[in-house]
């Protein structure tokens, strides 16, 4: 009984390998129907012995999560960073499970038909995650604004807007464990068709200047957005599916406000796609991480602005070079 636990719990893994590999696709396959399938099967293999409690079979689905995670781990199917982020989502969908799969074992008298149905379960993942691939969906996407005041004038706030230093303060939490984050932006000329490359801690954003208003707004399109993350992993240069090509930064923008008492307010706005499912999920983790680096470019913005002697006209212009 444990050995087909055990069992249940690799297949698990490799079938969520099969379909990644397979299909490119992180959906409601992977994340909403396999973690149910596991605490179901995990109820169903327990019960081949005799009848057990509700708590046991609960308690037994969640180690089986953790021996999935491990594997996902040791395969080098995903990073560490994927599978915290997916807990919250797959814990309650693998006890959902269980509690289901335990009163359906009570059902079922016949051992081999409780086997059966477990291999069954399991040999469809990848059928159904090559069916979800064939939708035709629009792609989950958001936009993002934050927004800070700033105690200097507009004019002065502006020079930062285009291209800035490197940001030095220490990265927040989620940018420590792997997260890409802004580190520096720089521009090639000024006005519109004009290019920026913003460095992140994963490689160049590029991107074209698309409106161009000083001192009042600057937006731009982004041309290649660099590896969402560097995951965490037992091997070196591993690079799971969803680095690439499932985070897309599309366009961006700056607008600045002259406020009382020569303040200004900038408001920061981002754009993206975000290829997960189910969006209800993914979207306000990601507006998250968003948020935080807006904060990161707006607060160093704000920093140098406030800590910059103000220059005369003649020794700046409002356009960067």
Same mark, same amino acid.
């Given at each position: 009984? +444990?050995?087909? %636990? ?11 390998? /099969? ?18 399938? $596991? ?19 609960? &308690? ?7 021996? /999935?995670?491990? &594997? ?8 560490? +960073? ?6 919250? %989502? ?6 959902? #499970? ?9 059902? %079922?008298? *016949?051992?081999?038909?409780?086997? $059966? ?21 629009? =792609? ?38 792997? +997260? ?12 519109? #068709? ?23 707004? =600057? ?10 993350? *560097? ?20 366009? #961006? ?5 002259? $406020?009382?008492? #020569? ?32 904060? *990161? /470019?707006?607060?160093? %913005? ?20």
């Amino acid at each position: 009984m +444990i050995t087909a %636990i055990l069992l249940n719990a690799i297949g698990v893994a490799v079938m969520v390998g /099969v379909s990644l590999e397979s299909f490119q696709l992180y959906g409601w396959v992977i994340f909403v129907l396999t973690p149910s399938i $596991l605490g179901f099967n995990t109820a169903l293999l327990y019960s081949l012995g005799q009848k057990r409690s509700v708590g046991s079979t609960a &308690a037994l689905s969640c180690v089986s999560l953790l021996v /999935v995670a491990l &594997a996902i781990l040791i395969f080098a199917i995903e990073g560490l +960073i994927c599978l915290i982020m997916v807990l919250p %989502i797959a814990l309650p969908l693998c006890l959902l #499970g269980a509690y289901i799969g335990h009163f359906t074992a009570n059902c %079922i008298n *016949r051992r081999y038909l409780k086997v $059966l149905t477990s291999v069954v379960l399991l040999a469809v993942t990848p059928l159904l995650t090559a069916l979800e691939a064939q939708r035709t969906v629009s =792609l989950p996407s958001s936009k993002v604004t934050t927004s800070i005041e700033v105690n200097c004038a507009v004019d002065k706030v502006w020079k930062l807007i285009p291209e800035f230093s490197a940001i030095t303060s220490e990265p927040v939490l989620i940018f420590k464990a792997g +997260i890409a984050f802004p580190l520096s932006c720089r521009m090639e000329g000024s006005g519109v #068709g004009a290019p920026r490359f913003c460095e992140l801690s994963t490689g160049s954003m590029t991107e074209t200047i698309t409106a161009w208003n000083p001192p009042y707004h =600057l937006a731009f399109d982004v041309l290649k957005t660099p590896p969402s993350m *560097r995951e965490i992993s037992f091997y070196n240069n591993f690079h799971p599916p969803h680095i690439e090509g499932f985070y897309v930064s599309k366009k #961006g923008e700056f607008r600045l406000t002259s $406020l009382p008492n #020569g303040r200004t307010r900038i408001d920061g706005t981002s754009h993206y796609e975000n290829r997960l499912w189910p969006e209800s999920y993914w979207l306000p983790i990601s507006d998250f991480v968003v948020r935080q680096v807006q904060l *990161r /470019v707006l607060n160093h %913005i704000k920093t140098l602005s406030e800590s910059t002697p103000a220059l005369t006209p003649d020794s700046n212009s409002s356009s960067p070079q």
